[in-house]
């Protein structure tokens, strides 16, 4: 997932001709029979541009995000296994439209790393433990007016956390946050530095067990381009085959996993998007799903890489609808689309995360413009 900026009741399908729709729709996703749950976070607003979004999850099944309520304010949830929805603020969070909190990343024990909105707009970082302790912080350098501060958006198995913070230029900088609390900040050599450039991490799946963090940064004509940055510090830098270089064009990075293969997407010259896989000799192979559009806001954006090298993600067509796919490591790709979906532009399915066991997690737009969370469970 590129730069993140921006989670009722329960619903299962048991009904068995709802299931069965459910499971030719999007069986393709899955390579082995499942289930599809629907849901809605306990005070998910009902009108366009509120509701629930999912998107992460760990080997156990428990899944985190946000809902935004009636009033426009974000909210952090938690999903068990179970059905079992937990929901909750940061103290200090804003309760006023586009403050808030928000979860973006769990690990395998629990452990919950976001960001929030306070009253005036500052972003400040989070580290909520598997026991609900919560430990908020700030990257140095991070702005106090609205609009900056501290974004944390990635959590791995140790603790450590990834993010950005802007400061009070504008300007962005990656960070990471080590389970002792000590914060180190990085820029990418030839990053910008005017307001709106710099240095960017992904979201929910830019950190791996080894500590390694991906991203892009904005140079100082606009243009996007991928790096890694090596837990020693050593950072690498990239650019997709076919990406473009004018403003707002080029490489974005969206994940990696424990064997160093990073997924993303290109932004080539029409302002269209297309899927990269590079592997950890370097090696970058590109791809588009089938049905995506060529123009520009179109295209293929992964979202999320399991162990395996599965990825999946949204593609958006010729009418700007959202569309789900999964691509497996041996390159084929399906697609489809939760039941319920909207069909009109800025509508349709987004799948943002999936597990090493094939369970796929994400949120549907409605013929509203209301998001609904969802779960494809082998």
């Known amino acids: 997932m590129t730069s993140p900026n921006t989670p009722s009741r329960l619903k299962m399908l048991n009904n068995t001709v709802s299931l069965i729709l459910c499971l030719l729709v999007l069986s393709a996703f899955a390579s082995a029979q499942g289930h599809l749950i629907t849901f809605n976070a306990p005070g998910a607003g009902t009108g366009s541009g509120q509701g629930t979004q999912t998107i992460a999850s760990n080997s156990s099944g428990t899944v985190v995000g946000y809902y935004i309520d009636s009033n426009g304010a974000f909210h952090a949830f938690l999903r068990e296994p179970s059905g079992t929805i937990v929901t909750g603020n940061v103290p200090g969070a804003g309760t006023g439209s586009g403050q808030g909190t928000l979860a973006y990343s769990i690990n395998g024990t629990g452990a919950i790393g976001g960001y929030y909105a306070d009253s005036s707009g500052v972003f400040h970082g989070f580290l909520r433990s598997s026991s609900g302790s919560i430990t908020e912080f700030e990257a140095p350098g991070s702005g106090t007016s609205a609009g900056t501060g501290t974004i944390a958006a990635n959590i791995n198995s140790s603790n450590t956390v990834a993010g950005e913070y802007i400061d009070g230029s504008d300007v962005f900088h990656g960070f990471v946050r080590a389970s002792n609390g000590t914060v180190t900040t990085y820029d990418v ?153 909207g069909t009109g532009s800025g509508q349709g399915t987004i799948p943002f995360t999936n597990t090493s066991s094939g369970t796929i997690g994400g949120y549907y737009v409605d013929s509203n413009g209301v998001d609904h969370g969802f779960l494809l469970i082998p």
């Open 189 to 341: 050599t030839g990053a910008g530095t005017g307001g709106g450039q710099g240095t960017f991490t992904g979201g929910a799946d830019c950190i791996n067990t080894a500590g390694d963090v991906v991203g892009d940064y904005v140079d100082a004509s606009g243009v996007l381009h991928g790096y890694v940055r090596a837990a020693n510090g050593t950072i690498t830098t990239f650019d997709a085959p076919g990406a473009g270089t004018g403003s707002g064009q080029g490489t974005e990075s969206s994940g990696i996993n424990d064997s160093g293969l990073i997924i993303g997407e290109s932004i080539d010259s029409n302002g269209a998007f297309h899927g990269f896989v590079r592997a950890s000799n370097g090696t970058i192979t590109t791809f588009d799903a089938p049905g995506a559009g060529t123009a520009g806001g179109q295209g293929t954006e992964p979202e999320n890489v399991n162990a395996s090298g599965v990825l999946v993600g949204q593609y958006l067509d010729s009418n700007g609808v959202n569309h789900g796919f999964q691509r497996n490591a041996n390159g084929t790709i399906a697609t489809g689309n939760v039941p319920g979906a």
